[in-house]
């Protein structure tokens, strides 16, 4: 009999990503528990790596409301933001595992055609230069200017979910989940040379403005999402767009983001 055949358990969709290690994991599973359809389910378990996860997270964003809590497990490599793999006992682990709620960002990027093309971003919304020109941005929060000229390689905004991915291989700081605040940080800054970035609070209002921009084309990224030739992008949460993870109590996702920090 199925663990969850008296209807006492949680729903679980399972998701697998394309890889044989995940398909054969999704194989077992389904041979062990319930697999609900994702339109039903009361969690959603991901079967892959954290590119995935953030895959399903958006999917998940895009097409149900209320949102179900994903319970990932590491079928991948890193697996930073996923359980570790185990078959049994699933549905135990995720009646008591911890709930993170993340907030997405919303970038607004305009373009130099006159398009405006919205994205969220789970992890950060980042600005790159296009060519071998060096990009010129203008930021400003909350409606001061702060920087008048930033030369760069781009500039990214993290939340704390994706302060330990890209944002700290660009040098900048993790974040812990509760903090409030979110990370701006260059990315390779040439003038001012010395600049390493900023914290601010989370509500805050965060404008990019592209100087030169026919000269030093940017784009702009929110996870997936690519905006080519923009002249300004706006950055600020969503809290309307919140999502649920779900981790085992022993490997909160705190617990990690903290560990990080004093990593050798």
Known sequence: MS?????????????????????????????????????????????????????TLHKILSGFCPQPPVYGMNRGSIGFLLNDYREGD????????????????RMRAFTSDGRLVE???????????????????????????????????????ATPAGSTA???????????????????TPISAFRPRHWRGALLPRAAGIRFDVLESDKRPVSAVADSTEVRDVVRVEVAEDGTAALALLFDPESHLEERILKEQFAP
């Open 3 to 55: 663990e969850d055949a008296d209807g006492a358990w949680p729903r679980v969709a399972f998701l697998a990503a394309g890889t044989a290690e995940a398909e054969v994991a999704l194989t077992q599973l389904r041979d062990r528990y319930i697999d609900h359809p994702l339109a039903t389910a009361d969690v959603v378990v991901t079967l892959g790596g954290d590119g995935f996860l953030l895959e």
């Open 90 to 105: 699933l549905l135990h682990r995720i009646r008591r595992a911890q709930r993170v709620t993340l907030v997405p960002l």
């Open 119 to 157: 994205g969220l971003a789970i992890n950060e919304v980042s600005l790159f230069r296009e060519t071998r020109q060096t990009a010129k941005l203008r930021i400003t929060v909350d409606g001061v200017v702060r920087m008048t000229e930033l030369a760069c390689d781009g500039a990214l905004v």
């Open 166 to 184: 890209y944002n700290f291989s660009a040098h900048g700081p993790i974040l812990p989940i509760g903090g409030g605040v979110l990370a701006l």
